[in-house]
């Protein structure tokens, strides 16, 4: 069945520095993987997406990077900041034809300062 | 450039009535997709509209129906609403007719609650 988990339901880290969000994803045939932050009362924001034909994708702070062959999906924030604090979601769907995305439950994010 | 509107931003009702949310998608979008989110959770699909024809559906009964105007902007409809309809839902927005998987944008959510 269709499923998109997350290691850690929490992850505290200090300002400054690195944070690591994991995922993992059990549908072998989603080929799109997305990112989303959302804050307390809020609708979830785009941050970065990545297609299976890349295994690395880079923004502003952030990169993702996506491992095929043990079906798991990373979020890495440079230089964390107390406006990072929020709850981050994988979600995975397919690059053609119909839009779905499967949503895991999501990881908090502490920052202290 | 406006994002994804939704309205309204509270709702309360009581069990078996009926309540109606509106979504206006980004500027440039013409796809509109619902999600429900539990207290918690993450958002699960609902369904989905595209070219006013909704294409597909998740796990959801046939109390949630949707719509979708010539201009894009959706509705969702739940009938006969249950305790366990309270939940923040989520319209997100995207460009369907590339055929591709495109980036969906979510607006701000209605949180209803059911009494």
């Known amino acids: 069945g269709e499923s998109v988990g997350l290691h850690l339901p929490t992850l505290s880290v200090q300002e400054g520095d690195n944070s690591i969000i994991n995922c993992a994803y059990s549908n072998s045939a989603s080929d799109y993987f997305i990112w989303y932050k959302q804050e307390s009362g809020k609708g979830p924001q785009f941050i970065i997406d990545i297609r299976s034909n890349m295994d690395k994708r880079q923004g502003q702070r952030v990169t993702v990077l996506l491992n095929k062959t043990v079906k798991h999906l990373s979020l890495q924030i440079a230089a964390t900041q107390p406006g990072d604090s929020a709850v981050y979601f994988c979600?995975?769907?397919?690059?053609?034809?119909?839009?779905?995305?499967?949503f895991g439950t999501g990881t908090r994010l502490l920052v202290s300062p | 450039d406006a994002g994804v509107t939704q309205s309204p931003t509270h709702l309360i009702k009581t069990r078996g009535q009926q309540v109606t949310l509106r979504c206006s998608p980004k500027s440039g979008h013409d796809t509109v997709s619902w999600y429900q989110q539990a207290l918690g959770q993450g958002p699960q699909f609902i369904f989905q509209y595209y070219e006013e024809e909704e294409r597909q559906r998740g796990n959801f009964p046939d109390r949630f129906s949707g719509h979708q105007f010539p201009n894009y902007s959706s509705e969702l409809n739940v009938n006969a609403l249950l305790l366990g309809d309270s939940a923040l839902y989520l319209c997100?927005?995207?460009?369907?007719?590339?055929?591709?998987?495109?980036?969906?944008?979510f607006g701000p959510g209605t949180r209803l609650l059911v009494l």
């Open positions: 997100a927005s995207s460009y369907g007719t590339s055929g591709n998987q495109e980036t969906q944008y």
């Open positions: 979600a995975e769907g397919r690059n053609t034809g119909f839009q779905k995305l499967v």
